[in-house]
């Protein structure tokens, strides 16, 4: 490799590069840039402290009561109701009452419905004319078209 002995440098930096005054400009631009963002967010901070904490003037927005939201509410103790749901069905399946009593209908308990169902055994139909049940013995079924064709 050969080098020119002639070639002197001058200012130790290649000048077609950077230019020191372009990058100290930008340092400068960056630097006033964060000043003016901190001072910016030091003022909105303040000016949010003042508003939350207007003085003696002004009620904060939630220093009153609350009022209650409309239904439905969480369940401060959801295993307690579940208990009391659950005694209140076992009291409607274990006791005597009228549903309807201009009908005359009225709940017995489980048990006893159970017991009297054993005794009288199942309700059945009147049986007037007997039914016939004996499958027919022709074979004139219709096809599916309807067209009265046997389907084998």
């Known amino acids: 490799m050969a080098t020119n002995p002639h070639t002197t440098t001058s200012g130790g930096y290649e000048k077609s590069d950077a230019s020191p005054r372009g990058l100290l400009y930008m340092v400068l631009v ?3 840039f964060l000043v003016l963002a901190c001072l910016s967010l030091i003022w909105l901070f303040d000016h ?3 508003t939350q904490n207007p003085g003696s003037f002004v009620a904060a927005p939630f220093a009153g009561p609350r009022a209650l939201p409309p239904p439905p509410r969480i369940q401060p103790d959801p295993g307690a ?3 009391s749901y659950r005694e209140s069905e076992q009291n409607l399946l ?3 009452g009228w549903v309807d009593r201009q009908n005359g209908v009225v709940r017995m308990p489980v048990d006893r419905a159970m ?3 054993l005794q009288r055994g199942l309700p059945t139909r009147a049986t007037g004319k007997q039914q016939d049940t004996t499958p027919r013995a022709d074979n004139s079924s219709s096809g599916p078209a309807g067209n009265g064709k046997t389907v084998p």
């Open 48 to 50: 949010f402290e003042k």
């Open 81 to 83: 109701d579940l208990q």
């Open 30 to 32: 960056t630097t006033g």
């Open 115 to 117: 017991e009297l169902l």
């Open 94 to 96: 274990n006791t005597y």
